[in-house]
């Protein structure tokens, strides 16, 4: 029988198979996104300013971290392929040349750190975000590591051990926030933003310690090639020829977004309170779709590299059947329960109570524009990740590009700044990105033009 492309004891592309990758992935995802609600909720306890200025700095860093990020990620296409050809003693060379890219990537993240936060955040309520930027930006090259690490278990499909360490990463950040953030009385100062900063920054680098140390067990020394560290000039470009376009994508994608916070914090801090507040739901809710999407990509590149393309489109039924399962729960508390929800971030900060009812009103109708906005964020995920796995990665590029200058920015300026609509249209928008987005993907899988691409030699 041929085992090729087979990650689980389940059928290939079936829906159980789909599940038993995704779950751990998802947890992994939810850990990650549950520290950044985690650092706004603190932040919003030491000062509302504080979040909203923190959550602008935080999406220019995101231009840099998710860029290199996604690129030192891309090795997770190369491992899944050469996992599902059977050629495993190649798969550790993609993830060494990656981390050899986090280690240049010191030569950007650092000089950016020092001045590039007074260049961009002059705005009195932005300024507060300079030191939390600085220190984020001084961690930076330690976030592609995690992403050429990772690459390594989960493009064969082993999550289990990845998953428990960025839990344990992540609880390590939320205890390390409050202590640093709020301080110790005489022992532990109070650094504020710069503490919630420096927190993530420690937890990230122990993450990277503990995943290298299971890379370079002797078991995947001998099997998969992982003591093979030098650097190769083929493999390093050939990664970064399919790797920077998902990087240039995300990087141009969110530096959209940093401006479209911009655009909102110029209006008032009851609109750009709210749509934070929206955005720190999103996160903590994108966990299902994220982690979906990238246990898409895994098991294509697995039956890509098998030469069992035909398995991708019930691989995609499934996918898809998860994801109506997931939003019909997500409507609870973002639709029909969302009272009980709406003033955590308004509790026991130093906010204007007169503007609260104002915010838990625009928060009602935001919420249920961001409910919309994730059941298209899960087609994103879902197609995207595939166009990926096969290697298609201009397309994804040009299509994320298009999506969020076009549809989102563009139309921010237009309305809210230059025809002085309601700052409120600003979350209907939002679903507009990424419903056109996913229409592209989705337009572009069915064609079928990413069967032409060949990352691997036979």
């Known amino acids: 029988m041929d085992q090729r492309g087979k990650l689980t004891r389940y059928p290939l592309g079936s829906l159980r198979e789909i599940w038993a990758v995704a779950f751990p992935l998802m947890l992994m995802t939810f850990s990650n996104y549950t520290m950044l609600f985690a650092d706004r909720m603190i932040l919003s306890q030491y000062g509302m300013e504080a979040m909203n200025a923190s959550a602008v700095a935080s999406a220019t860093y995101t231009i840099f971290m998710f860029g290199s990020f996604s690129l030192a990620l891309i090795a997770e296409v190369f491992v899944g392929q050469y996992n599902g050809a059977g050629n495993y003693k190649k798969m550790g060379q993609p993830v060494w040349q990656m981390l050899w890219f986090a280690l240049f990537s010191v030569i950007i993240f650092w000089p950016l750190a020092l001045f590039l936060g007074e260049v961009l955040f002059t705005n009195p309520k932005t300024v507060l975000g300079i030191p939390y930027f600085k220190c984020l930006m001084f961690f930076g090259p330690v976030v592609p590591m995690i992403g050429a690490l990772e690459a ?29 953030v709020f301080g110790f009385r005489d022992i532990v100062p ?12 420690i937890a ?74 929206c955005q720190n739901y999103f996160f903590v809710f994108c966990f299902f779709t994220e982690g979906l999407g990238k246990a898409v990509t895994t098991i294509a590149a697995n039956l890509i590299g098998a030469k069992k393309q035909e398995l991708i489109t019930k691989m995609l039924k499934s996918a898809l059947r998860l994801h109506v399962i997931f939003v019909c729960i997500l409507a609870i508390p973002l639709v029909i329960y969302s009272k009980p929800f709406l003033g955590i971030f308004l509790q026991g900060n130093n906010i204007n109570s007169e503007v609260v009812p104002q915010i838990l009103d625009m928060l009602k109708s935001a919420l249920f524009w961001m409910w919309l906005t994730s059941i298209f964020n899960g087609l994103f995920w879902i197609y995207s990740s595939q166009l990926t796995a096969a290697g298609d990665t201009k397309f994804v590029m040009y299509a994320n590009m298009i999506s969020a200058w076009v549809f989102l920015l563009l139309p921010t300026y237009l309305f809210i700044i230059y025809f002085q609509c309601s700052p409120s249209l600003s979350w209907k928008l939002i679903t507009l990105d990424i419903f056109m987005a996913s229409l592209m993907f989705y337009l572009r899988y069915r064609s079928g033009k990413w069967r032409q691409f060949q990352l691997i030699q036979d």
């Open 204 to 277: 990230q680098s122990l993450q990277v310690v503990t995943l290298f140390v299971l890379f370079l067990r002797p078991k995947h020394r001998k099997e998969f090639g992982t003591g093979n560290f030098r650097f190769n000039k083929k493999a390093f470009f050939k990664c970064l020829k399919v790797g920077s376009p998902m990087a240039i994508s995300h990087a141009v994608a969110i530096a959209a977004w940093a401006l479209f916070n911009n655009v909102l914090a110029e209006t008032s801090v009851v609109y750009m309170t709210t749509i934070v507040i």
């Open 152 to 180: 390594f278990n989960v493009g064969r499909g082993k999550t289990l051990a990845i998953t428990i360490i960025a839990i344990i990463a992540n609880l390590t950040n939320i205890g390390l926030d409050y202590l640093l």
């Open 190 to 201: 109070s650094l504020g933003l710069s503490g919630a900063a420096i927190a993530t920054g």
